[in-house]
């Protein structure tokens, strides 16, 4: 699932600390029965302030419907019009099959250790502890490493963010005034508007910032398919498949706008109904059909309305010398910025859980004022340092939604599985074996093109 409001749902538990922790530590590992296979964790939820089946869809499909899917062009491009097009429909599927092995592995491990629910990060934790005997003392750094994972994801996210926004403002801003001014003004010119987003610490007051997002977004997004469908048209330019240098860029740019693993386990922990989560038809699957048809046709027109020349956003090709053009640009760049804070909140508050207790108590107002500063600031020169949106896309989908999307959750189901549970001729784990392939592919030739390109960037 791709970007822009996917830390919507999230934030409704964004991380917390391994509550079953303590209580795994106590139980005896691998003294399982029938009798613990009885247990049903969804009977144990709290179903409080729940959602519904409808309530959870609309959760993932909000988190999915941002940013990301106006990338989707650009991927085809990398693509080609017909590789890209069946690509993104594979990508999508494996993206989905990652969430379901993830959310089907906390279900078992819940069973396993009588908890009710479990994070990511605590699902990692329990199938490294509950696992084959060499792997259990890396119990704790699993749990540490996907928290460190979600915290680089969403930071790398915030630092996408502020480059859109400043490239989006730049191209309106120097037409209009004939000048010729350099993104990473525009970029330092965002930080008191992202200091301040920053600092909100209670999430109903972001209630009415996101509700002008959402507005921002959904006109933009209607000018947008406007002009795609307006400007269709089928040239020489257009390839059916792209040079193998491209694919790898191909392949991070649509892992980085579909995969949105991060708010999965919080939005099936507050399902009225969990266990409508999964199956067929199911949240997941009703969910993923609809995001990667609309990302798949998005792509694939919006490709054949600018060919070769799209860019890394579909807003950044509309026509800059009509209103109309202008306008959505504006439109989309205030949506992002004012989802900033949604996407900023998600890793402080994993940060902050972390190092609270270390700050004195007199002073951990001052403390988190200042870690939250120090992190807006971060993305500030983050985004400085690469003020170029097409390599940083591909960068962050390759280096964390890789590993944090498919490389994670196949190595989780693969060792909560592992004794009797691979299928016959192990089939999971040759399965699991080729999901890291991919992941590794995506993670090291994404990051080497995206890298290049960056350098590039730089001697130019």
């Not at 964790?41 to 959602?51: L, M, Q, V, Y």
């Not at 004794?419 to 089939?427: I, Q, T």
């Amino acid at each position: 699932m791709g970007k822009g409001n996917k830390e919507q749902a999230a934030i409704e538990n964004p991380m917390q600390e391994f509550s079953s922790s303590t209580k795994i530590a106590s139980v005896e590992i691998g003294a399982f029965n029938e009798k613990d296979e009885l247990y049903n964790p969804f009977e144990h939820r709290d179903k409080k302030n729940t959602n519904s089946d409808i309530g959870a869809l609309a959760h993932l499909l909000k988190s999915s419907l941002g940013t990301g899917i106006l990338a989707m062009p650009n991927a085809i491009r990398n693509g080609g019009l017909l590789f890209g097009g069946i690509g993104t429909i594979i990508i999508g599927f494996i993206c989905a099959h990652c969430v379901h092995i993830l959310v089907r592995s906390s279900h078992v491990l819940c069973k396993r250790t009588k908890t009710p629910k479990m994070t990511y990060a605590e699902t990692a934790e329990a199938a490294f502890l509950y696992g084959p005997k060499p792997v259990r003392p890396f119990a704790n750094i699993s749990r540490i490493f996907v928290k460190a994972a979600l915290c680089a994801t969403y930071v790398g996210g915030a630092c996408v963010y502020v480059v859109f926004i400043a490239t989006s403002i730049e191209q309106v801003v120097n037409y209009n005034s004939c000048m010729e001014i350099s993104s990473r003004y525009y970029i330092i010119a965002l930080l008191p508007a992202v200091l301040l987003l920053g600092q909100i610490r209670n999430l109903k007051y972001m209630v009415p910032i996101s509700m002008v997002a959402n507005i921002c977004m959904m006109a933009g997004f209607a000018i947008t398919l406007y002009y795609i469908f307006r400007d269709i048209q089928l040239t020489s330019h257009v390839k059916l498949i792209s040079s193998a240098t491209q694919l790898p860029t191909f392949f991070a740019t649509v892992i980085f706008a579909i995969e949105g693993i991060g708010v999965v386990m919080p939005v099936e922990n507050s399902m009225r109904n969990p266990e409508h989560f999964l199956g067929c038809p199911s949240v997941l699957n009703i969910t993923m059909t609809i995001v990667v048809a609309l990302y798949a046709v998005l792509g694939i027109f919006g490709y054949l309305a600018y060919g070769e020349d799209v860019k890394a956003s579909i807003t950044l090709s509309l026509p800059i010398e009509e209103v109309l053009g202008q306008a959505v640009k504006i439109l989309i760049a205030v949506a992002v910025l004012f989802t900033y804070g949604l996407q900023y909140f998600v890793p402080m508050e994993i940060m902050w859980a972390s190092i609270k207790d270390k700050c004195s108590h007199k002073y951990q107002g001052l403390c988190e004022t200042l870690l939250r500063a120090f992190m807006v600031i971060f993305t500030v020169v983050v985004a400085l340092l690469v003020p170029k949106l097409e390599p940083f896309i591909s960068l962050v989908g390759a280096v964390f939604f890789s590993v944090l999307g498919i490389s994670i959750p196949a190595i989780v189901e693969t060792i909560s599985c592992w004794e009797g549970h691979l299928g016959a001729y192990k089939w999971r784990l040759w399965k699991n074996s080729m999901l890291l392939v991919f992941s590794l592919f995506a993670l090291i030739f994404g990051s080497w093109i995206s890298i290049v390109d960056i350098i590039d960037l730089y001697r130019k």
